[in-house]
């Protein structure tokens, strides 16, 4: 194990890095760099928070950039300017940030407020989703509302959302290259929604009580329940709609 | 009190916006997580607001978004307490509050150097309380002594101010919400005020003088 504080040159406040199996009772730094194994008893706060390895965190985390390659836990909260996820974040209590990148899986037990999340893998979030740009591929599981200015996922697993509010909104299914000889039923992934709201609404592979927006497009492996559009609505032949008006 | 509640699409059909405004405006917090309210209809589960307080708030974005960008709106209807503190001459001379009303509070509460955002706000109702006639001067002195000593708990929550009356007596008090309380047949509500509305009033008339 080896803990070491190195002071920084910027404000007084010292680095953090911990290589191999090492723990550290929190507080404010400058940069904490994790390569191993790690637990922080408390809350911390630092500018820049890299992470290869596995860090458990038990407090909040309060920083500017984070980056992960590899699994991290927040126990009690955190907010961050840019996050780069290439393995597994689990956060506890919510999650805010400005940018979130994802490859590999985000969960969050509370909700998600970010300007923009990209990726590929899964996004899970108990409460609400929120954000001006999510981009996903991949699959989602979303407790409350997913709520976003604009709404991409392509799906790759089985996706749900209790509720998807939005501007544009796109859900595409996934591009399979088929494998000879195999077929794997139901690697497809399907979205079930209760409702589906939005100006711009393109949707494939959805289940859904009720879409409503402006101009919206159901597209092949659709099963919706009732449609209300103003303007624009088309339907492709292998989606199944139980009703659709103008209003 | 307030059953009356329109549903989402009667809500886009009267003000003419669209889904994609709505949503943004409460991922903005614009509209209050609150004011969300689902129930059970024909389709499944349907959301319903408050109808005079949407519709209000409604026509208010709609009103000065051009002139405010989103998140300077969303600081006018915050709950919770604007950053300025003003002096006392700044006060009078920005027409915030009334000479009379500053000196019955310094009377009451101590003169002081700045007043903070709290203090402006505990001075704008009071004026606006004893300016409708609602309010006596002795009433005025039991809303400052408990804002001053009980509104700090409930600072950025939709807090209520209540006057009640009965044989002559009143009793003054804030809570979080007023909606489910019940009094005996000789109480008179007099006052029953949203503090989350006066801020607002009080956060645009602020604003409303700097750009000025």
Request: net charge negative; aromatic share 6%.
């Amino acid at each position: 194990m080896k803990v070491s504080g190195a002071s920084s040159t910027s404000a007084q406040l010292n680095d953090l890095r911990i290589t191999g199996n090492g723990s550290s009772g929190g507080g404010s730094y400058a940069k904490i760099k994790i390569m191993g194994d790690s637990i922080i008893h408390g809350d911390v706060e630092c500018s820049h928070f890299k992470c290869m390895g596995t860090a458990s965190i038990e407090g909040s985390l309060k920083s500017g950039n984070v980056s992960c390659t590899g699994n991290m836990k927040v126990h009690q909260g955190m907010h961050s300017e840019d996050i780069s996820i290439m393995g597994e974040l689990e956060v506890m209590g919510g999650l805010n940030a400005q940018t979130l990148k994802v490859n590999g899986e985000v969960r969050v037990e509370g909700s998600l407020n970010v300007e923009k999340v990209k990726g590929q893998g899964t996004l899970s979030i108990s409460g609400d989703c929120q954000g001006e740009e999510i981009i996903i591929r991949g699959s989602v599981d979303i407790g409350n509302m997913l709520n976003g200015e604009v709404i991409e996922i392509k799906l790759y697993g089985p996706s749900r959302a209790r509720e998807i509010g939005g501007g544009k909104i796109t859900i595409n299914k996934a591009m399979m290259i088929p494998l000879i000889g195999k077929y794997a039923p139901g690697a497809n992934g399907a979205l079930q929604a209760d409702s589906i709201e939005g100006d711009e609404i393109r949707l494939e592979n959805t289940k859904a009580a009720v879409v409503r927006g402006r101009n919206v497009y159901i597209g092949a492996g659709c099963e919706i329940g009732l449609v209300e559009y103003k303007n624009e609505y088309k339907q492709d032949n292998g989606a199944e709609v139980g009703q659709y008006n103008r209003i | 009190m307030d059953d009356d509640l329109i549903s989402k699409k009667e809500l886009l059909e009267i003000t003419g916006i669209s889904y994609g405004q709505l949503y943004r405006w409460k991922r903005k917090s614009l509209i209050p997580e609150d004011w969300f309210i689902r129930k059970s209809s024909y389709t499944g589960q349907e959301t319903f607001f408050p109808r005079h307080k949407i519709i209000a708030r409604v026509d208010k974005i709609i009103n000065m978004k051009d002139d405010l960008s989103l998140d300077e709106l969303a600081d006018v209807f915050s709950p919770s307490a604007g950053e300025t503190s003003l002096r006392s001459t700044e006060l009078i001379e920005r027409n915030i509050v009334s000479l009379l009303t500053l000196d019955l509070y310094v009377e009451i509460s101590g003169q002081q150097e700045e007043f903070t955002f709290d203090h402006i706000l505990c001075i704008y109702i009071l004026e606006k309380l004893l300016k409708s006639g609602e309010l006596s001067r002795e009433e005025g002195l039991l809303l400052v002594r408990t804002m001053e000593e009980h509104y700090g708990k409930l600072a950025g929550k939709n807090a209520e101010l209540v006057l009640i009356r009965k044989m002559g007596v009143s009793i003054l008090f804030l809570t979080e919400s007023a909606d489910q309380l019940y009094f005996d047949k000789g109480v008179k509500w007099v006052i029953r005020l949203p503090i989350a509305s006066s801020i607002e009033e009080l956060k645009l008339k602020m604003n409303e003088r700097e750009e000025a």
